[in-house]
């Protein structure tokens, strides 16, 4: 699945298939397109965990992490 990841403010960072972000959280917004990326569920991605990450987009629509920890939970 290709994931647009977006920078927010500090070591957050909003994961969607949605290529403008406009689904990510206003909590941290303004967010800023950072990089999109192929997330595979049987690949590594490397600051990732593809597998946490697809399970929140499919769930959520997205999937938020500070500092790599995951704080997808505590936005919805």
């Known amino acids: 699945m290709l994931v647009y990841i977006f920078r927010g403010p500090g070591r957050v ?5 949605d290529t403008t ?3 990510l959280p206003a909590k941290f917004a ?3 397109l ?9 690949t ?3 600051g990732v965990d593809s597998v946490e990450c697809l399970d929140d ?3 959520h629509g997205f999937h938020v992490t500070d500092a790599h920890v995951r ?3 505590q936005l919805i």
């Open 13 to 17: 960072f909003g994961m969607t298939a």
């Open 21 to 23: 972000g406009s689904n």
């Open 30 to 32: 303004p967010w800023a």
């Open 34 to 42: 950072f990089k999109p990326v192929e997330l595979r569920r049987d």
């Open 44 to 46: 590594p991605t490397p």
């Open 57 to 59: 987009i499919e769930k």
């Open 71 to 73: 704080i997808t939970d």
